[in-house]
């Protein structure tokens, strides 16, 4: 299946971004190379850009796509969060941008044996790097329930977090749980019918749930943010796009306690401790996709888009 990527609010990151000819920017989530692309002709002639996924396939793609740009792109395989190091190993100090468009691409969701989809049986897998770390079915055989139970509450959002996470561990005890559509019996067995919402299929959420602990997203998000702002130079920016609460939640909460500066109790008369602020926040609410994008790109619903400066 051919790796493809629409980018999420193209025309908002791009502006947020602010890419120029002498710049070195950024793209942590490769995915398709469509922000890539766009970041790498904003910044013609002479803009650099090092781009990281975890994906052989979407930095096998993207490197065939993104070809005619020569020395100008630089494609790595890691995870964002381990940019500063990889950055320093090629000699990169300083940035001038950074984008994060996280969540699971679609050509991910779309590639059966990928086992991120629940529509499709296959290998319970949902690793973003298949070539390291556990699978969904490792977490799902070998956690404890209690583990289980708060994961796909928490990263899911599943108000029958505690049902599902029995279920599944009554029936690892008689086989293991090794294919998508087994784990979508069990749920589909822990969630009562008159339970299921019209418009979401009841696996969803766990599903979800374990494609984000598979792959350590939030812990991911959270290094990688302080990564690419440490990296930025005066005046640098940075933009992330999220589709979680939990996502957006950190980056919110991030960008806010990096722009208050002074962290004092109140009631002290003076500022003792310091601290300036070291960016200043561009987005004073989330910036959401407009009908025409949901409309032609419907997984862009639950996009939300914020951007900082460095000071």
Not at 64 to 78: D, I, Q, Y
Not at 221 to 244: C, E, M, N, T
Not at 291 to 307: D, Q
Request: glycine share 10%; proline share 5%.
């Amino acid at each position: 299946m051919e790796f493809r990527h629409a980018p999420v609010m193209p025309v908002e990151a791009l502006r947020l971004l602010a890419p120029r000819s002498d710049g070195l920017y950024v793209d942590g989530t490769l995915g398709g190379g469509g922000h890539s692309r766009l970041i790498l002709e904003a910044s013609s002639p002479d803009g650099i850009l090092y781009a990281f996924d975890r994906d052989h396939s979407a930095l096998a793609a993207a490197g065939e796509r993104l070809a005619e740009f020569g020395r100008r792109f630089h494609p790595v395989h890691s995870n964002f969060a381990a940019m500063a190091e990889a950055l320093h190993d090629a000699g990169v100090t300083g940035i001038d941008g950074f984008l994060l468009d996280l969540g699971v691409s679609s050509h991910q969701l779309d590639t059966a044996e990928r086992g991120f989809s629940f529509q499709t049986d296959a290998p319970l897998d949902m690793r973003m790097d298949r070539g390291s770390g556990a699978t969904a079915a490792d977490l799902v055989n070998e956690l404890p329930e209690k583990e289980l139970t708060r994961i796909i509450r928490e990263y899911g959002d599943e108000r029958w977090a505690q049902r599902v996470a029995q279920f599944i561990v009554t029936a690892r005890n008689e086989a293991p749980i090794m294919t998508t559509l087994g784990l979508v019996d069990i749920i589909k067995g822990a969630i009562p019918r008159g339970a299921w919402e019209e418009r979401l299929h009841p696996a969803t959420r766990t599903f979800q749930a374990l494609r984000i602990a598979t792959n350590d997203e939030l812990g991911s998000l959270k290094q990688g943010l302080a990564a690419g702002i440490s990296l930025l130079k005066p005046g640098g920016r940075g933009v992330v796009i999220s589709f979680h609460s939990l996502e957006d939640r950190i980056v919110k909460h991030t960008f806010r306690g990096l722009a208050q500066g002074c962290i004092c109790p109140r009631e002290l008369p003076i500022c003792a401790c310091g601290q300036l602020p070291l960016v200043k926040v561009l987005t004073s609410r989330a910036l959401r996709p407009d009908e025409t994008e949901t409309a032609s790109n419907p997984r862009a619903r639950s996009a939300r888009l914020r951007a900082v400066e460095k000071r």
